[in-house]
């Protein structure tokens, strides 16, 4: 078998592996790139791959970054099925048409403020292309075989979010295993993954690589963010993905108003996306801890805001609130719009939740940056900015160590590392050959490698 590195190499986006046999091609993963600019311009290059000769695309799980890619290659030609697990294809079905109408809407936006070098900017692809690559998607179950030319494939549970798999290939007598992203053994939300059978490859996602996830308690975290900001008299802005992390804060600040451990305050989740998502998560109730009342008492405590107008009027409100919003990168969506009114307030609080890839706003803002630009404007940023850590849905360096030796893996297993910032590959590569019995390399754009 021959593997071919398209993506989700030397940064945490555009995950793409090309996996060939004699007989079969298959995609594992479509990723969007995301962050730096230089990055994102990837996405318009061709991929190298004749889509006549692809026989599938094997999909882990529903992030954009590891399925935003998947309507441009259909609006390239490939009509090719996509296999994934049902929860996935449900996530999908939400994702990828709001990716297109981001894309859509944001051209339209350039263009109207005359902000794009382009005469006519043009999204990547619109939410038709990727309403219509949905017919491509065909479910399976995990720890189902699925037999595909001389490939025998299963996808089994990672954790991290609803239908995300690790996945198992076998062919010409050997057997290769895409982690995906891998979940939390202690996740307040999923449950853990399941280890991984002996394999001859590994290819092993290092997102958390260079850092451990910290000991604190993120409740306690939240709750005295939460006090701070209303004590100030201010608003919390709180970027969100719209799968996973959204109904994991609604699901925190509910049982944190309850516990009454903060006041009682309008939340509004303001994203269409991350509504639509908390239906599916009781849908797919086996999958997640939540039980069907912690759902229902989300819903009861948390105000979805649907339309346009219903976000714009939250600009009226004087009293202090909580608002969750797309996207978690804050890469578009409406959380740039309360960004531009909030941030040079500095009684509001802007929360980051999650992980802010190189290149992104909240990388910026992280690193110090006092201003942030959006929408062609340079925005002051007055308001207190916070990290809420130990949310991640990334197993850390020690989490990654245990379930591989909780796995089958054999002495001197090769492993691939994807997935990961440079340093982040880099010092987990390291962390593996002093703590396990591993060939660890760090894999390359566009490198080939043959098991």
Not at 10 to 19: A, N, P, Y
Request: with cysteine; charged share 20%; aromatic share 8%.
């Amino acid at each position: 078998m021959k593997i071919v590195f398209l993506g989700g190499t030397e940064t945490v986006t555009g995950s793409k592996f090309l996996l060939e046999t004699g007989r079969t091609r298959v995609l594992i993963d479509c990723g969007l790139f995301q962050g730096y600019k230089w990055l994102r311009r990837r996405n318009w290059q061709s991929l190298p791959v004749d889509l006549n000769t692809l026989d599938a695309v094997l999909l882990t799980h529903a992030h954009l970054d590891h399925s935003g890619y998947i309507p441009r290659l259909y609006q390239r030609g490939y009509r090719g099925p996509v296999y994934t697990h049902a929860a996935t294809r449900a996530l999908c079905g939400i994702l990828l048409p709001d990716s297109g109408h981001i894309q859509e809407e944001d051209a339209r936006f350039f263009s109207r403020h005359k902000l794009s070098k382009h005469e006519r900017p043009e999204p990547l692809y619109d939410q038709r292309t990727a309403e219509d690559s949905l017919k491509l998607f065909e479910p399976v179950h995990f720890n189902q075989s699925l037999q595909l030319g001389d490939l025998s494939i299963t996808f089994q549970p990672a954790g991290h979010i609803l239908g995300a798999a690790s996945i198992i290939v076998e062919a010409e007598g050997k057997r290769i295993g895409f982690s995906g992203d891998v979940g939390r053994p202690h996740d307040i939300l999923m449950y853990p993954p399941k280890p991984l059978p002996a394999l001859d490859l590994l290819l092993l996602e290092s997102t958390y690589g260079d850092r451990p996830h910290p000991d604190s308690d993120p409740w306690n975290q939240l709750a005295e963010i939460v006090n701070a900001t209303v004590n100030r008299g201010g608003v919390l802005m709180i970027p969100s993905f719209a799968v996973g992390r959204a109904q994991l804060l609604q699901h925190m600040l509910a049982r944190l108003m309850d516990e009454r451990r903060i006041p009682t305050l309008p939340v509004f989740l303001d994203s269409p996306m991350a509504i639509d998502v908390s239906a599916i998560y009781h849908q797919y109730a086996d999958q997640h801890r939540l039980s069907d009342a912690d759902c229902a008492r989300m819903a009861e405590v948390v105000t979805y805001t649907h339309s346009v107008d219903e976000s714009k009027a939250l600009a009226d409100l004087t009293y202090p609130h909580i608002i969750i919003a797309g996207s978690g990168m804050m890469s578009g969506g409406r959380i740039l719009h309360h960004m531009k009114r909030l941030l040079p307030n500095h009684r509001n609080t802007l929360l980051l939740s999650g992980h802010q890839a190189g290149g992104t706003r909240g990388a910026h803002l992280i690193a110090g940056g006092e201003t942030v630009k959006i929408h062609g404007a340079y925005i002051p940023r007055k308001a207190q900015l916070a990290v809420l850590t130990g949310l991640s849905g990334h197993a850390d360096y020690r989490e990654l160590v245990q379930w591989l030796k909780d796995s089958g893996l054999k002495s001197k297993t090769p492993i691939q590392l994807i997935h990961g910032e440079p340093e982040a590959a880099d010092c987990l590569r390291l962390y593996l050959q002093d703590h396990g019995d591993y060939e660890v390399d760090v894999a390359e754009y566009r490198s080939i490698l043959t098991v």
